[in-house]
């Protein structure tokens, strides 16, 4: 019975898999990882099983494995052998990648080899192999590391790369956000529960910021940490946060702002300046001032900028430690 599979073109499958045609073709010339059957001699048309075959490959470069082992091992789970004068693996398939590019034309930077999986499979639009690889990067080397190495860098390039192309990868921006919140909503259910005595610290970006995966993760490192938190999230309104300030008493307040245009130092310093307790008892909030947007003007006493999320969980810490002796004044509130 001959093979009524449907067939498709070179660039539908390219699109599919978020990666160019030209690279099918590589693959195709160096690999053997053509269609196992050409209409008219040299047009290709993939069939299901040639697709699948494909997909095996992506997940295996994503994951970190050379091409050319990847290649073999997705034509053996295929049944398949390279084709007769297909090139053989050159050792540039097997030396770790560092400047730009090897990121399905992202412009990831100097990131190392084995954590560029997530940007291939983002572009891929490969919601199964991001979750994957999101869990193992923060089960095998740690949120801090996850974030600051492969997230982070990742989100970057992805926003770079819409701004410059006409909007295009914007849906791949979105899945990656959606991911990486989930893996980090994931990760923070997986810790302990905090104290429910300790005063919280409260996270929350500023009016008219919509960035919130930045206090996602520190808010995942706070619990992986066993220290409590609040979680007030996108464009907070001024009066909102200062009645969350005086209701909650926390220890710490995180205000985010991605860009100079939502900064507001006003409002920082009117948290900072906010006190709650009991008259002649007062304690304030350490307000730490997170995100690109704050720039790098000299701080008043009660504020600090982290470097970043490392550093942020360093002082949080100490703070949260320290809290159980009340401020009499913001002048006071150090970092402890």
């Known amino acids: 019975m001959p093979d009524i599979s449907p067939r498709v073109t070179t660039g539908a499958v390219a699109r599919r898999l978020g990666i160019s045609p030209t690279t099918l ?9 053509g269609p196992a059957d050409r209409e008219g001699g040299r047009h ?3 069939t299901p099983a040639d697709i699948a075959m494909l997909e095996e490959m992506c997940r295996l470069t994503t994951s970190g494995v050379p091409p050319s082992e990847a290649a073999s ?24 990648v560092h400047g730009a590019g090897s990121g399905n034309g992202l412009p990831l930077g100097d990131v190392r080899h084995e954590f560029r999986g997530l940007a291939r499979a983002a572009v891929r639009l490969d919601s199964p192999t991001m979750d994957e690889l999101l869990a193992d990067l923060m089960r095998t080397h740690g949120l801090v590391t996850a974030w600051e190495e492969v997230m982070a860098p990742t989100l970057h390039a992805v926003g770079r790369k819409w701004e410059s192309s006409d909007d295009r990868y914007v849906e791949v921006e979105h899945l990656l956000s959606w991911h990486i919140s989930t893996a980090l909503h994931r990760f923070t259910g997986s810790t302990p529960p905090a104290p429910r005595e300790a005063p919280p610290v409260l996270l929350a970006c500023v009016p008219d910021e919509q960035h919130t995966l930045p206090l996602e993760a520190l808010a995942a490192g706070l619990g ?11 464009a907070v309104p001024a009066e909102a946060l200062n009645a ?3 209701r909650i008493g926390p220890s710490a307040v995180v ?14 310093r009117h948290v900072v300046d906010t006190g709650f307790g009991v008259k002649g008892a007062r304690t304030y909030p350490l307000v730490m001032l997170a995100g690109p947007g704050w720039g790098n003007r000299p701080l008043p006493a009660g504020m600090i900028r982290p470097g970043g999320l490392r550093e942020a ?19 006071s509130a150090t970092v402890g």
Request: proline share 6%.
């Open 255 to 268: 205000l985010w702002s991605q860009s100079h245009y939502t900064a507001s130092h006003n409002l920082a």
């Open 44 to 46: 290709r048309r993939w």
């Open 73 to 96: 091992v997705a034509l053996s789970r295929a049944g398949r052998r390279p084709a007769a004068g297909t090139e053989r693996s050159s050792s540039a398939d097997s030396r770790p």
């Open 313 to 331: 969980l360093e002082v949080l810490a100490r703070r949260c430690s320290v809290v159980s002796a009340p401020l009499t004044a913001p002048a």
């Open 25 to 33: 073709r590589s693959w195709d010339r160096r690999y053997g990882m």
């Open 224 to 234: 992986e940490r066993g220290l409590p938190t609040r979680m007030l999230g996108a």
């Open 244 to 246: 969350a300030v005086r």
